[in-house]
């Protein structure tokens, strides 16, 4: 039997109905015991590091996954971490960034409806977590609904329906249905043919830069947010501005302030409010002039992988 860690760290999958809105309070071991079917189908052993809502969750909380990870790696098979769906995308791209060439599957799942309440979709997001953690594909992944999405592509859409996330400028890895799981070609290959090197080259790198913010540019808005970043320390800024990515060059000009806060050591990235097909900062002047000044693009990347990897690039 292939032995899974499962590590558990709240959400709504944990939650209990209360007079203050559904709230976590269902351990780690509890959560599996609801699910007996589990027991049979792997050797699971259950890790709760914390039991909060992921609306409360920091880079430390990414970190304490990363280290409880890290320091029994090789004793298991797979890992599935139960999570928050709310920010569960930002820390699936924070490891994804943090934990170096995983050769198992790490798997994050969760709920839109409690394990306690008729209709909750958390066993089956459960069942299906468990069964990618055997399955052997390498990194890290979210399982809900309907598919296996990479951690890197992963997106909370909707904040009711049960194919809550959706893959973001990549197909998932997999999709789901009554009939099982059914992997992308190219993955199903990849799982096929593992490099030993990269088996044993496993390791983890959990420093973060925690002065960065993203900067969503609204029309009219004036460029002095920059200098207001920079004076409380920010090392890190992404604009997630409009289209195809840039900043506004004309009245409202941004690039005086862009070039002054890259001088001034700032790094500075570009990104979209669109959810689908990345950044070209190539198509327009506002792209152009931006890159010209040595602003970055965050090309393909969701705002999640975005944000969490401009924090681990500044701190390694
Ligand atoms: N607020 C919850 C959380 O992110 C939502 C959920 O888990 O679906 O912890």
């Not at 809550?164 to 997999?174: L, R, T, Y």
Request: aromatic fraction near 8%; hydrophobic fraction near 40%.
């Amino acid at each position: 039997m292939k032995r899974i860690l499962m590590i558990t760290t709240g959400g709504t999958i944990a939650s209990v109905a209360t007079s203050d809105g559904f709230t976590p309070g269902i351990d780690g071991t509890s959560l599996l015991k609801m699910v007996p079917v589990l027991t049979g189908k792997c050797d699971i052993t259950c890790s709760e590091i914390f039991n909060i809502d992921s609306s409360n969750i920091t880079p430390r909380h990414w970190q304490m996954i990363a280290k409880t990870i890290d320091e029994v790696y090789f004793d298991y098979d797979g890992f599935v971490i139960s999570h928050g769906t709310d920010t569960m995308a930002y820390t699936a791209a924070a490891l994804s960034w943090m934990l170096k060439n995983p050769a198992k599957p790490i798997v994050l799942t969760g709920a839109q409806v409690p394990i306690t309440l008729e209709g909750t979709d958390a066993k089956d997001n459960l069942i299906n977590a468990f069964e990618v953690a055997c399955s052997g594909v390498e990194g890290v992944c979210i399982v809900f609904g309907n598919q296996v999405i990479s951690g890197l592509h992963a997106k909370k859409l909707c904040s009711e329906d049960f194919n809550g996330f959706s893959s973001i400028n990549a197909k998932p890895w997999a999709t789901i249905d009554e009939t099982g799981i059914h992997w992308q070609k190219s993955i199903l290959d990849r799982m096929q043919t593992k490099d030993e090197s990269v088996r044993m080259g496993f390791r983890v790198m959990p420093n973060l830069e925690e002065k960065v913010v993203v900067l969503k540019v609204i029309p009219g808005m004036k460029p002095d947010v920059l200098e207001y970043y920079y004076n409380k320390g920010f090392k890190g800024i992404v604009i997630e501005s409009f289209g195809a990515g840039g900043v506004p060059n004309e009245d409202n000009n941004w690039l005086p302030a862009l070039e002054w806060a890259i001088n001034s050591g700032m790094t500075v990235v570009c990104s979209t409010q669109c959810i689908y097909d990345g950044v070209n900062l190539r198509k327009y002047p506002i792209g152009v002039l931006a890159e010209r000044l040595g602003a970055k693009s965050a090309g393909l990347q969701t705002i999640e992988a975005t944000v969490t990897k401009l924090m681990w690039d500044l701190a390694n």
